[in-house]
């Protein structure tokens, strides 16, 4: 199954011509391996790696007929090969073959998605850097706190990527082993010394001991890591959908000529890109959920995973895949608007520096509950009013008891609360930075 998602990239690796290849390419490095024992005479193998080729139609009529899918493609790789075919699937089971090539469709699927990754964080760090004196408004649960800046919040969420990065890698890892070890994964019928001969030919590593199939947990674990890097752009979308609402339009996605936002409204332009991506996010941890669900089998095996891995390992490498490529260009061309994050950050009318205020009256010695009472007192005028906030501090009696003007004066002007943003950036980006 090739979701409608698809990349190029993806729709090969993930092609019926593609699987096949390399269950043949698993098929061929395991008779390498018996001819190294002097099992297979060596003309055999020639004879089977010059010969060996298949039909997908071949194979999915012959399935029609046997119900099994490495048995067709056995039975049309023989039809291709000759005698010689009775050496192919010496000792094995079909989960030696499928389990063993899946180990390398996922890696090279997830190679796509670690150059996705590193792309996102190139445009991360560049748009960060290009923002990273663009003041606006923190908010917490919605509501305006303190300044930040945009590059500010880019950075944090490039740092996140960078762990995605990391978390891939090793996911990678864990997945990149493949067993040649028989029925159940005792090598009764099959040595070692193959399945070694094998993993290394393929670039994997044996697995240390499995039952008739690899242990599902590796899979939970790419399908979890996939799931927390879909969740990570859908936190990034969802940000960039907030900060797009008409009563905020901070930034906004590019709409491009001649696009439309609205059958009824022609004066709409929706974040439908970055809703997109959240959307598709949803799949992507309803997967992982599924991956999960399939650690528990019976005994040394049963089928009960191989249905739902059809499923769910295309689609979740393909939809992150497209995630990311998606978001990428969205953050690419992303419109910010620096003067309504100024508007914005104003319109409270100076309450964001409430705490500077609060933390100025404590140092001239009060308590934290006394200037507490003061600040919140002058704050909630302000709220109900439409004044400055300073003004009011300014014209405030016992406030001015502790306060001078250059003392308030100091605790309003928005360079103080961004003087660390360098010394983030350099925390963040630096070598040894995380």
């Known amino acids: 199954m090739i979701p409608r998602y698809s990349t190029p990239e993806m729709q090969r690796i ?3 011509e593609y699987k096949f290849q390399k269950w043949l390419e698993v098929e061929i490095a395991v008779c390498e391996g018996w001819a190294h024992l002097g099992q297979i005479p060596s003309q055999a193998v020639e004879k089977i790696t010059s010969r060996a080729s298949f039909s997908v139609q071949r194979i999915e009529e012959l399935e029609e007929v046997v119900r099994h899918d490495v048995i067709a493609f056995l039975t049309n790789v023989a039809e291709n090969v000759g005698e010689e075919a009775r050496y192919i699937h010496l000792g094995l089971t079909s989960s030696d073959i499928l389990d063993t090539s899946m180990a390398l469709l996922l890696r090279e699927a997830c190679q796509i998605i670690l150059q996705d990754l590193e792309e996102l964080s190139r445009v991360l760090q560049r748009r960060a850097l290009e923002h990273k004196d663009t003041p606006m408004i923190g908010r917490t649960h919605g509501i305006h706190a303190e300044p930040i800046t945009f590059g500010l919040k880019l950075a944090l969420w490039w740092d996140e990527n960078r762990r995605n990065i990391e978390r891939l890698k090793r996911a990678i890892e864990t997945i990149s082993y493949g067993k040649i070890s028989g029925a159940v994964g005792s090598f009764a019928h099959v040595e070692p010394s193959v399945e070694e001969y094998t993993c290394r030919k393929l670039g994997l590593k044996p697995a240390p001991i499995s039952s008739q199939i690899i242990q599902r ?3 939970a674990e790419l399908l979890t890591s996939l799931a927390i890097i879909a969740s990570s752009v859908e936190k990034f979308a969802t940000e960039i959908r907030n900060l797009q609402r008409t ?3 901070e930034v906004e ?5 001649g ?3 609205s059958s009824a409204m022609p004066h709409k332009r929706n974040p439908i890109a970055c809703e997109q991506v959240c959307g598709l996010a949803r799949l992507v941890r309803t997967n992982s959920l599924a991956a999960l669900e399939n650690i528990p089998l019976w005994h040394e095996r049963d089928i009960t995973h191989s ?4 499923v769910i390992l295309p689609d979740s490498t393909t939809l992150v895949d497209y995630i990311l490529k998606r ?4 953050l690419d061309r992303l419109l910010v608007y620096p003067e309504r994050m100024i508007e914005n950050l104003n319109k409270t009318q100076g309450l964001i520096f409430s705490e500077s205020i609060l933390l100025a009256l404590i140092r001239k010695g009060l308590s934290r509950e006394e200037a507490y009472q003061i ?3 002058k704050a909630m005028e302000g709220w109900k009013g439409n004044r400055y906030f300073k003004d009011l501090v300014l014209e405030d009696e016992e406030i001015g008891k502790y306060l001078s003007r250059q003392e308030i004066d100091s605790a309003f002007d928005l360079r103080e609360h961004l003087r660390h943003v360098d010394h983030i950036f350099d925390r963040v980006f630096s070598p040894a930075g995380g």
Do not use: A, L
């Not at 249905?307 to 059809?310: I, N, Q, W, Y």
């Open 253 to 257: 996605e590019y709409f491009s000529p």
């Open 217 to 219: 947990d590796r899979y």
């Open 327 to 330: 978001f990428t260009r969205i």
């Open 375 to 377: 600040v919140q007192r």
């Open 307 to 310: 249905s739902v891995e059809r």
């Open 14 to 16: 993930w092609s019926p």
């Open 247 to 249: 009563d905020i339009r």
């Open 259 to 261: 696009q439309k936002g």
